[in-house]
Structures are given as C-alpha cells and as structure tokens.
C-alpha cells in the first residue's frame, strides 16, 4: 500500500503567507473600485501638476480615503469629509487670532479637539463628521507652527482646503459615473450568495441521496452572522431609490427570509447522514429550480411573479420542507413588493443626535481621555526633541484608536506595514524611475500603475484595506515633493519613525490605563449569546400558543445574529492581542475559536427549534412528552445561565450534568417515531456536551 497517497498533504506555508493570499484574492467588486481609484488619482495628478495646486500627496490619498464601495457611500462620505474640512478651516482661521502667538492657549486647545473628535466619533450620530470636525481643528493647530508668519498660514490653509475638495468632488464625481458600484446591487448579491447556498446544498444532496453529514464553515457563518449588512445596503439603496423606499417592509421581509432559507439549508447540511426517498429526492428537484427562478428575478426592480396554482408537495424530510417555506416566504415577499405599494411608510420618530448612552456610559469618556493623552504624549515628545517630521505619531494615535487594544494593535500593524509597502515603492521610484523622468506623462504613468497596485490592497477588506490607504500616502508623499522631480529620502524615514512612536505610546497608554481587551470583550459577548440562547430555550411552552411568545423571539433572533456577528471580529482581535501581551485571564486562542465554533452551532440548532416545521411537530408531540421536553430545555436553560457566569469570570466550563431530566427525556421520546423534533432536541443535548 502506498502510504503517501493516503494521507493528506500538508501545506508548509507560514499562517501569515496563507492569509495574505486569502486578502489579496479576487472578488466581486474589488477590481471597479481599484480603476475608479485609478483613474481619480491620475486626473489629480495632472490637474495638480499643470495648475500648480499644492498638497498632491494629500488629494492624492484622499482619492483612496473618500472611495468606498458603493456609490452611495462615497458620496455620503464626501459631503462629510467637505463639510468637515470646510468648517474646520473656518473655525481654525479664527481660533488663530487668539492663539498664534500663544502656546499656552494653543495647547490645551488642540486637547481638547482631540478629546471632543474621539468622543464624537462613538457618541455622535454622524460619527465621522465628528471625528473629521474635531480632528481637523487639532491638526491645523499643528500645522501652523511652522507657518513663518500670519499671511503664509492663511494661504497654505486656504490652498489646504482646495487640494482636499476638488480631490474629493472629483472623486465622488468619478465614483458616480465609472463602473458605478451600486448598493443595490450589492445586497441582490448578498440575496444571491444565499440562494446559491441552497442551491449548492440541493445539487449535493441529490446528486449523492444523502442529506447531512456536511462540515461548511462559510455556511454556518453565514447562517450565524445575520442580514445586518444587508440591511444596511438597502438603506443606502433608499436614500438614491424612492420607489425602494416605498418597497421597504416588503423588502425587510425578503431579507429576513433569506436569513430563514440559510439558517434552513445549514440545518440540512448538519444532520445525521440520513438517505433521500424518491419523495425528498423529487421536492429537492422542485425546490432547486424555483431557487433558480427567484435568483434570475433578483436583479431586476420589478418582478413579474404570480401566486402558485397550487400548493407544491411537502417533502417528507423535516430540513427540506423548511427549505420549502423558506422559498415560498421568499417568493411571496417578492410578489407582494412589486405589486402592493398601498401600505404607507410610517412617519419616523424624531432622533437624537446623540446615542442613548452617549452621557451616562463612562467608556465613551475614558476612551477619548486615552487617545487624547497619548497624542498630547506624542506631540511633547516630537516638540521636545524638535523633529517636526514625525508628527505622524499624533495623527497615528488618533487614526488607529479603536474600542479595544487588540483591534488598536492590529490597525497599528496594517499602519506600519503599509507605510513600509509604500515607502519602499517609493524609494525604489527615486533611485530608479524619477531620474529618467522627463514629462508629465512619465510621472502619470507610474502613478498609475502604483496606485494599481495599492488600490487592489486598499479595495480589499477590512482586515487589509487599511494598509492600502497607508501604502498610498506613503509613496504619495515620496514620489510628489513639488512641481518637479524630488530625490528627498527623509519624509518616509520620519513619517515610519512617527508611526511607531505612536503605535508604542498608544499601545502603553490602552493597555495600561482602563484597558479593554478584545478577549475580555469576546467572553462578555460570548457569555450574553449564551444568555439570549437560554431565553430561547424556554420558547415554547407546554399550554402556552407559539404565537405568544413570536416578539420575543424575533427581538432574540436579531440579538443574536448582532453580537454572533461581532464575535467573529473579536475573535481576530483576541488573537492579535494574545501576540502582544499576555492576558492571566483570557482563555487561549485555539480554546476560544473552538468555543466560539460550538456557540455557533449551539444558536443554529435552538433556531432550528423555532421555525415552522418544528413549531408544528410541538404540536403534535403528547402532552407528557411536551411536559418532558421543556422540562429538558429548562434544565439546559440553566446551564447555560451558569455556564456565561463562568466564560465572564474567565474560569473554565463545567461538564453538563447527567441529571434525571435527561433519561425521563430519553424514556418520553422512546416510542416517539413520526416525529422529527425529539431528533434535534438530542442534537441539542451532543453539543451541549461538546462545549466541554
């Protein structure tokens, strides 16, 4: 027997080279936002070079700053940031009066934009006009210290806030007209990618006559993380479409059963290995070339669907006559969206400009006095050792702050990585490329095809993208020195010095005074996803109409995807900051992405419990058998409750008790045999055990 060929083969490539591939892969949308991208900075370019507008390395990066990934946003990121900048120079020529030749006024001041920059940007609605309005005030204060005199400071702030509008306008402008990313189209994708999943999952299924039996990691997210994001896509698809707007309970319904149909086909996938009837097999067919009808009406704004001559044929397996409600709850929203435009759209509640907690949480104030020292740390240091040209180190304390020390880190690295990238690129230009430049063209030329490259970075996600916008001012500000060629080697040297003492000093500053840590964070989401669990639990009870406890179901379900959703982003997080400091109190990471994988099949199965299908075979259970079954999920409801207490202490889990709630269960679902529910209730009872 060869014994190579039969064990797997094992990958020698480092963790952080098999990430990097993933980040920098191919994916719908990323190479339009690249040459919008592209194309913006190039016309910056020649428009700067040839009227002689001062600033490029800014407009420049503020072309990758601006662009989003959808029309929509761009442009309600550009009014912001021309808002902000415009406000922001208003307000600093006149806070010059006063504070110019006073640095004892000047100072606190700058502080205090600080403070009132991070402050806004959690509490504020708007939280990026605040951020942008506070941030701008302190770092013009900045800028005019090294003006030489009052007149030179108004020129080189007014021409400051020329090379940062036109740059934006036009990228806005560009967004609008070239490969326009639009957010409807975005979330007919995110529609699509669920219905392709129960397509893949039905194919499979038929193709084999087995359902179950699967392990899909990219399903099971999906089915955890909930339809938030899209969500959000059709509010900025309202905001350019009226007659969306018009659709919107409608199309709120239409997401939500897309949420249902995933939720369903993981369900599917997960079971026990179990054979297709002819039945299944026929209901499968069905079902999948209605998927593919619904998925080829999806692009267009009206559907031309009509109501079904008649109800098609329940499959006898529980998870596929799921899947079928789904779809018919799915088709249904459809053809009432585009033909029922008589409900009127309720009047909004008028909101404040403030979050609830904005005033009464403590950790929006402590956050803003930590940025704030560490900048204010920064600045002193930079004044005291009279090196104006890191000043990059207040900016970095600023721009990298998050809620936790693990995400500040991590953005810090994407900082200091990218600024790496692109200052390498950047001295690689002066030693080899500028030298032989003899025109513009030459200059456009290898703009463009280093803001190719950086843009593929800067269109990436979020763990990357990042250090795509650092890459492009980095080289920006090496490669456009003036109006003619520059061959100084220093600005990048003093801007990545900068960039560390901040990374350094905001790092001391987070981890030493009130520290949050992403893993502390991750066990207290951990610990209330087991509590929203345990309410679930309790639904439904013996004697008690399912329908009665349909709000509070809902309200949980959307808990649970929120905060199934951030788990996911504090683990990466809890991660990082496992790297740079050990935490006595964390768990480890290998222990948390394994707890962290059971929760999520924890949420799906008790989901699971309260769908339709399952509701209705409560229904048909005995009373006794009813009576045994709450009794159960009350018993688990517990350990669940005592489990959060101890992920929240950071203590390890306790083994779930063989308590007599167990075997009467086992004794009452016996002879139990035309019922599917009694089977996902043992699921439920295997991964309860497996958490230990």
Not at 41 to 64: C, D, G, H, W
Not at 199 to 204: G, K, M, Q, V
Not at 367 to 389: E, S
Not at 474 to 481: E, G, K, T
Request: proline letters at 5%; one cysteine or more.
């Amino acid at each position: 027997m060869n014994t190579a060929a039969a064990l797997p083969r094992m990958s020698f490539r480092p963790a952080w080279l098999l990430w990097l591939k993933r980040e920098l892969a191919p994916f719908p949308g990323r190479w339009p936002m690249t040459v919008r991208m592209v194309v913006a900075v190039t016309l910056v370019t020649i428009i700067s070079m040839s009227l002689q507008v001062p600033q490029l390395a800014f407009s420049a990066f503020f072309v990758f700053f601006v662009s989003k990934e959808n029309r929509v946003l761009t442009l309600f990121t550009g009014v912001i940031m021309i808002a902000g900048a415009t406000v922001s120079t208003a307000l600093t020529l006149f806070l010059y009066d006063y504070t110019f030749d006073h640095p004892v006024l000047r100072v606190p001041l700058m502080a205090g934009f600080v403070f009132a920059a991070m402050f806004l940007s959690r509490t504020f609605v708007i939280g990026p006009l605040g951020f942008v309005l506070g941030f701008f005030n302190a770092l013009m204060q900045i800028v005019g210290e090294n003006a030489p005199n009052p007149d030179a400071l108004v020129r080189g702030e007014l021409w400051l806030w020329v090379a940062l509008v036109y740059a934006i306008a036009l990228t806005v402008v560009i967004n609008q007209i070239l490969l326009p990313a639009d957010p409807w189209t975005a979330l007919v994708g995110s529609l699509a990618l669920r219905l392709n999943a129960a397509a893949t999952a039905l194919e499979r299924a038929i193709k084999t006559g087995v359902a179950g039996g699967q392990t899909n990691q990219p399903l099971l997210d999906l089915a955890t993380r909930g339809c938030t994001n899209m969500l959000g896509l059709l509010n900025f698809s309202e905001m350019k479409d009226p007659q969306l707007k018009r659709r919107h309970p409608f199309l709120v319904e239409t997401i939500a059963t897309t949420g249902h149909l995933v939720s369903a086909t993981a369900s599917f996938e997960f079971r026990e290995p179990t054979p297709l009837s002819a039945d299944d097999v026929a209901c499968a067919k069905t079902l999948l070339a209605d998927i593919a009808q619904l998925r080829s009406l999806l692009p267009g704004l009206s559907v031309s669907l009509t109501a079904r001559a008649a109800t098609p044929r329940e499959a006898p397996l529980p998870q596929l006559r799921e899947m079928q409600f789904a779809v018919e709850s799915f088709r249904d929203s459809l053809i009432r969206g585009a033909s029922d435009f008589s409900s009127t759209i309720p009047a909004k509640a008028r909101k404040s400009l403030f979050n609830p907690d904005a005033f009464t949480n403590p950790s929006h104030v402590r956050f803003a006095l930590k940025v704030t020292l560490a900048a204010m740390v920064c600045y002193l240091i930079y004044t005291g050792l009279h090196w104006p040209g890191i000043s990059t180190a207040f900016i970095t304390c600023c721009f990298v702050a998050l809620g936790n020390t693990g995400a500040t880190i991590y953005k810090s690295w994407l900082r200091l990585f990218g600024c790496l990238a692109g200052g390498l690129m950047g001295y690689l230009a002066i030693f080899f490329l500028i030298p032989h430049m003899e025109s513009i063209a030459s200059l456009v030329l290898l703009t463009a095809v280093a803001s190719a490259l950086i843009g593929w970075v800067a269109a990436g996600s979020e763990r990357i993208a990042y250090a795509g916008l650092q890459a492009a001012f980095a080289f920006y500000l090496c490669v456009f020195q003036g109006f003619e060629p520059g061959i100084d080697l220093t600005i990048v040297r003093d801007r990545l010095v900068g960039i560390l003492l901040g990374t350094v000093v905001s790092a001391i500053v987070f981890r030493s005074i009130w520290p949050e840590h992403a893993a502390e964070e991750l066990r207290q989401t951990l610990s209330r996803v087991l509590r929203e669990v345990s309410k679930l639990l309790l639904i439904p009870k013996p004697g008690v109409p399912g329908e009665t406890d349909g709000a509070a179901a809902t309200a949980l379900h959307r808990a649970l995807a929120k905060d199934l959703d951030s788990i996911l982003v504090l683990l990466e997080q809890a991660a990082v900051e496992n790297v740079m400091f050990r935490n006595p109190r964390s768990f480890s990471p290998v222990l948390l992405e394994r707890l962290v994988a059971h929760i999520q099949a924890l949420c799906l199965i008790s989901t699971a419990l309260l769908r339709k299908t399952k509701m209705e075979e409560w229904q048909r259970l005995p009373p006794s058998v009813q009576e045994r079954e709450f009794a159960l999920r009350d018993f688990i409801s517990r350990y669940f409750q005592s489990s959060a207490g101890q992920i929240e202490a950071g203590l390890g889990l306790k083994a779930l008790e063989s308590g007599h709630e167990l075997s009467e269960w086992s004794t009452a679902t016996s002879n139990v045999t035309q019922n599917d529910r009694p089977r996902l209730v043992n699921r439920l009872i295997a991964q309860v055990q497996k958490l230990v």
